[in-house]
Nanobody
């Protein structure tokens, strides 16, 4: 069982930055592919970023490429999402998720095994 807890959300003006963190329980963190997803009101949950087991491979949605960066610290069982140049359309609940095993490529929400409860990001114009 893996438990995930996100933090770092909040209210920020357009053009600003936030750093989300996701702390994971369990001893198998380094064997899990980690992903970030978001869901805006009235919309489906969508992929934002993924990071492989070692942190050496990352994948991003086109809408955030060049602005968001995902990283992980396996010694701390934590994955991060650095979000720069935020836009109002980035407003959403952001979720951390884990997929068992090491995978390289775009992540599908249906393929994730564990989810956090989310943290809200609001970007004002």
């Amino acid at each position: 069982q893996v438990q995930l807890v996100e933090s770092g959300g909040g209210l920020v003006q357009a053009g600003g930055s936030l750093r989300l963190s996701c702390a994971a329980s369990g001893r198998t963190f380094s064997s899990n592919t980690m992903g970030w997803f978001r869901q805006a009101p009235g919309k489906e949950r969508e992929f934002v970023a993924g990071i492989g087991c070692s942190g050496g491979s990352t994948n991003y949605a086109d809408s955030v490429k060049g602005r968001f960066t995902s990283s992980r610290d396996n010694a701390k069982n934590t994955v991060y999402l650095q979000m720069n140049n935020l836009r109002p359309e980035d407003t959403a609940a952001y979720y951390c998720a884990a997929r068992l095993g090491c995978y390289v490529g775009r992540l599908n929400p249906n393929g994730m095994n564990y989810w956090g409860k989310g943290t809200l990001v609001t970007v004002s114009s």
